[in-house]
């Protein structure tokens, strides 16, 4: 039932969704989503999400127009309470949310999404909390939230002992280097088997997993290194290894998580081919058969030329390294 009240006001949060160069997949506590390793990721400038807190309606919870099902809820719930100490059914708010790119097809919309709620909550409560505490609440809805927080480049801090807890940190802003990133998208429906549940059947079920946990350690400080020095060559090694290490995981998962398509292993193949011939470029890819290559803004424009060659995409989206989380009222 939607309540209608006469004052009204709208509170704008705006994220940026995320992609980790340097990946995580896999936790050591679920119900308080902490990851098994740390993670390295990228502020993607042109993929946002919105999320309206409206004080005039109450109990209409919305996302890309339609009503949310449980499992957003769920997801919606935790970030709630993490910052109000409320159930999402007891806030006196109408909330709706958007995303200019697909929804829950590997391009982290929930990391945007539960970014820009987190900050709009922390302005409608009058919170005033730091980055890290906004960081901290984020990861609560899903572990790459957290990472939306931050422009630029971005790290996660996983605290162990008697209380585990993740937030996570800016590396370097997104200034410290001019990177392009273009989104090759081969299929924008709805991802079978969700992220959060992959993970745990992996977990279980992957006789890779031990190893992936220790070797992702070195494959982060490592690639931190490489970051850190902008030796771009050394990062797309890490980047790949990354990627090709989780791969493996979910592929090696029962029942296997095997998420590409023929179109992706195209755009893998391109990108080694343009590699040899020197182009900077490295991919990767996440939960989803779509594919991230990450170059430098000078050869941005031969590589979309040369994506024009291959069948199966449906749109290739360009993107620069983009800003935090931040808030408006409207
Ligand atoms: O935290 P989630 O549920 O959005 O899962 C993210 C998992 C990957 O995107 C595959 C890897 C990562 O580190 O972002």
Not at 122 to 136: A, C, D, H, K, W
Not at 261 to 269: A, E, F
Request: hydrophobic content about 40%; aromatic content about 6%; proline content about 3%.
């Amino acid at each position: 039932m939607t309540i209608v009240r006469e004052d009204s006001k709208i509170i704008k949060g705006i994220a940026n969704s995320n992609i980790a160069l340097l990946k995580y997949w896999g936790k050591s506590d679920v119900m308080k989503n902490i990851p098994d390793m740390p993670s390295i990721s990228i502020n993607l400038a042109n993929l946002n999400s919105y999320v309206e807190l409206k004080t005039d309606v109450t109990k209409q919870l919305i996302l890309n127009d339609q009503p949310i099902d449980n499992h957003t809820y769920a997801r919606w719930n935790r970030v709630c309470k993490a910052i109000s100490s409320k159930e999402l059914n007891q806030i006196e708010l109408g909330i709706n949310a958007n995303n200019n790119f697909p929804t829950s097809a590997g391009l982290a919309s929930s990391a945007s999404g539960m970014a820009a709620m987190t900050v709009a909550l922390n302005q409608y409560y009058g919170l005033n909390l730091t980055l890290s505490e906004m960081s901290r609440v984020a990861s609560k809805g899903s572990a790459s939230a957290a990472r939306s927080i931050h422009g630029g480049f971005v790290e996660t801090v996983i605290s162990k002992g008697q209380s585990p807890d993740m937030h996570a940190e800016q590396l370097v802003d997104e200034n410290y280097w001019k990177l392009s990133i273009l989104i090759c998208v081969t299929d924008s429906s709805i991802k079978k088997i969700s992220s959060s549940e992959g993970m745990q059947l992996s977990k279980k079920t992957s006789e890779l997993y031990d190893s992936w946990v220790r070797l992702s350690k070195n494959i982060i400080s490592d690639g931190r290194q490489a970051l850190l020095d902008k030796d771009f060559e050394k990062l797309s090694f890490y980047t790949e290894l990354s990627c090709m290490c989780m791969h493996g995981v979910m592929m090696t998962t029962r029942p296997e998580l095997f998420y590409w398509n023929l179109t992706t292993l195209r755009i893998i193949t391109l990108a080694k081919e343009l590699r040899k011939k020197g182009i900077p470029v490295t991919f990767t890819i996440d939960a989803g058969p779509q594919v991230k290559l990450i170059t430098e803004p000078d050869f941005t424009k031969s590589i979309e030329h040369a994506l024009n060659e291959i069948d199966g995409i449906e749109k290739v989206i360009e993107s620069s390294i983009g800003e935090g989380a931040y808030c408006e009222s409207v």
